[in-house]
Structures are given as C-alpha cells and as structure tokens.
C-alpha cells in the first residue's frame, strides 16, 4: 500500500510541479530567417535575425489595416554566437530559433570563410534545426534580400523557399539544398556543396516596406544560379541551363524543358521527364574516366517550326535534336565546372562508392584530380507524347 501511495504522491507532483524552462508566448519572439554575412574591413560577422511581428496578426483581426509581418534586429560579432548574443540588446523578448524556416549567406563570407566554421555553430546548437534551405545572397547585402516586403508572401522566408521548390519542379536548374546535405557534402573529400544564389530585382526605396506589396511591379526576390564551392569556399557561379548537369548526373530532375533549334532564327520546345543518368568511373594514368548515360522521355509542348510530327522521320529528327541539346548542356556544365576546380557532381564519391581503396589514393587532392577527368556523355530521348496537335498549321 505504501508503494502505491508513493507512486501517487510523485505523479501528483509532477503534474502539479510543471516545466521548468515553461515560458508565455509575449516573453518569447520566434525567429523566422537568419542571415549571416562577414565584414572584412572590421573583421566582424553580421547576422540578422528575422522575427515574426504577432502584433501586425492582431492588428489586421481587430481594424482589419495590416502591420508589417516581421521585425529585422541585426548585431555584430568576432562570431557568430556573439552577434547572435549582441542582438539581445535590442530585443525586450528571448529568441526561438527552433522555427528558422531559411538561412542566408553572405556573398562575401562564402568567399572568404569555410563553410565548415559557418555551419558549425547551428550544428553544435540543438536549439537550431539543420534539416532549414541555405542560399546565397548573390550581388545583394543579406540584408537586402531577407527584408523585402514581397507582393505574394510578405515574408522573405516563406516567398524563397516557396520559389526554390518552384523552380526546383519546373526548370531544374536548380534544387533545393538543406543544410544538412551542404555539411554532408563538405565533410565528404570526393564532393563539394552546391548551394542556389538569390537576387533582389527592382529594388526601391519602399523594397522593406507595405508599399512595395502594394505595387503592380513591386521588387522581389529570384533565385539566381548555382554556387560552386572549392575548398568549402565559394569560387564561382553556375548560370542556365548548364547549372542542370548537376541535378541531371545526380537524378533529381522532376521535368525539364529543352529548346530544339528548328531553323535558323526559331526554336520549338520539349518537355523532358523520367530524366534517369547513371555514371561510371574509374581511374586511368591518375586521370579519372567517366562515362555518363542519361535516359528520358520527351513531350512535345510547343512548335513554332510547324513540323508534322504524323511523320516518324519527324520524331527521330526531334529526338536526335534533343540528344545533342541535352549532352552539349551537360558537357559545358562539367567543362565550367573543372575550370572552377571544385568536384560539385560527386565524382570523388562515387569512385569510393565503386572502388574505396582507388579512391584512396587520390582522397587528399581530389579537386586536382577532378580537373584532369575526361568524360564522355551519351544520351537517349524518345518521344512518347506530341500534345493535341499532330499536323502543322496551314501556313
């Protein structure tokens, strides 16, 4: 009986005890973005925290106006904690970083710093989620990038990721990365991060305010090329659709688009699906030998050439045309690449993946070796879908 009354008296207690890091909503503000940039001259770090304004959500309910739905408070540090820490002095509410929906980067500290000592510090905190999107701010300060005031999603955060995922679906030039897949590429010798880079297009003065969402043509952010990395530091860009080769050799193209050349001055265009590439590589006189093959299935979804695709001629003429497009792509996507000296496709993994004690050998100067690597790719398109129209127009 002592026993149960024991075990009784404990529950008891500890339904009435509570938590006791327990705090009230209005003592907390909840942090929604992050960026972090690197000042050389003063040889400090900039972070900016984004933070969730509930009072404009109150506002809005009660006269029905709308407030600003964030709040930017931005410190600077000899680290990044410290900043972080710094921000403290102007917030009257403790920060919760455990709702970071994205992080930005500084165009300049992806230069200058490893990324293997940015992400260190949200890695080691478990406040902080690893598996948010990173990106880039390319050509723009954080700051200008994290606080525009977008017409469709007010918040930064929410309107960035929104459009990685966009692209992502559509285009397939580039691929949403997580920061956990950026420090699994960094801590790997045969593989560099690739992380996506975003712009502010028609900046103005009202950019950080209401007024801008209230525009026809209002400023907004647009995710802008592929980040090569060397070293885990930032030493080039990847624009067009070369930046696909990558999604293409690492098989995350949902669909593409690929514009076939019809004449001297027109293009017809071909949706591309089941994108499937498979690679192999081996090691000859120290120079990596890799052959590429790619398999898909084309839709054609506009013809500005007036082509009978009733003609079989027609479609293998098409599919041909594809193939050149699609392996040209590719091949300029890994020759910029090689000039940049960072193995951004994971070449280096898939050696060890195929042959560990090879891969061995050539582990400490990879990037080097990667440069030398001759490549050879094949690809293969049939066409299985020419849309509603069969017969050209009567013109």
Not at 231 to 237: P, S
Not at 358 to 369: D, H, P, S
Request: glycine share 6%; net charge positive.
């Amino acid at each position: 009986m002592k026993k149960k009354y024991f075990i009784s008296f404990l529950i008891v207690s500890m339904l009435l005890g509570g938590c006791s890091n327990y705090k009230e909503l209005n003592q907390v503000s909840i942090v929604v973005a992050m960026g972090v940039d690197y000042l050389p001259k003063e040889k400090k770090y900039h972070v900016i925290t984004q933070i969730f304004n509930p009072s404009a959500i109150a506002t809005a309910t009660q006269s029905g106006s709308q407030g600003v739905p964030v709040i930017a408070l931005d410190e600077k540090g000899k680290t990044i904690t410290e900043a972080v820490r710094n921000v403290s002095k102007k917030g009257s509410r403790q920060n919760i970083y455990s709702h970071v929906a994205l992080v930005i980067i500084g165009e300049t500290l992806a230069k200058e710093k490893s990324l293997n000592y940015i992400f260190d510090v949200f890695e080691r905190d478990s406040k902080i989620r690893v598996n948010i999107p990173v990106i880039i701010a390319r050509n723009k300060s954080v700051d200008e990038i994290m606080n525009n005031i977008a017409a469709l999603d007010k918040i930064s955060a929410k309107s960035i990721v929104g459009k990685i995922k966009n692209t992502s679906a559509l285009l397939g030039e580039n691929q949403e990365t997580l920061m956990r897949e950026a420090i699994s590429a960094i801590s790997s010798s045969g593989r560099e991060p690739v992380i996506n880079g975003v712009s502010l297009k028609n900046e103005s003065e009202a950019s950080q305010t209401l007024e801008n969402a209230n525009k026809v043509n209002s400023s907004y952010d647009m995710i802008n090329g592929t980040g090569i990395f060397r070293d885990g530091k930032l030493v080039g860009w990847l624009d067009g659709p070369p930046a696909k080769s990558i999604q293409i050799i690492d098989n995350l193209i949902n669909e593409m688009n690929v514009e076939i050349p019809c004449n001297k001055k027109d293009y017809d265009s071909m949706e591309l699906s089941r994108v499937k590439s498979k690679t192999e590589i081996k090691m000859k006189n120290n120079i990596p030998i890799i052959n590429i093959k790619i398999n898909s299935i084309g839709h054609i979804d506009e013809v500005l050439c007036n082509a009978n695709f009733d003609k079989a001629k027609t479609l293998n003429k098409y599919e041909k045309t594809a193939e050149n497009v699609v392996k040209q792509s590719i091949e300029t996507g890994i020759s910029e690449v090689k000039k940049l000296g960072g193995d951004a496709f994971g070449f280096g993994e898939k050696l060890y993946m195929v042959n560990p004690k090879i891969y061995k050998k050539y582990e400490g100067n990879w990037n080097v070796t990667f440069k030398k690597a001759k490549v050879t790719v094949s690809v293969d398109v049939q066409i299985n879908n020419v849309g509603m129209r069969r017969k050209p127009y009567p013109y």
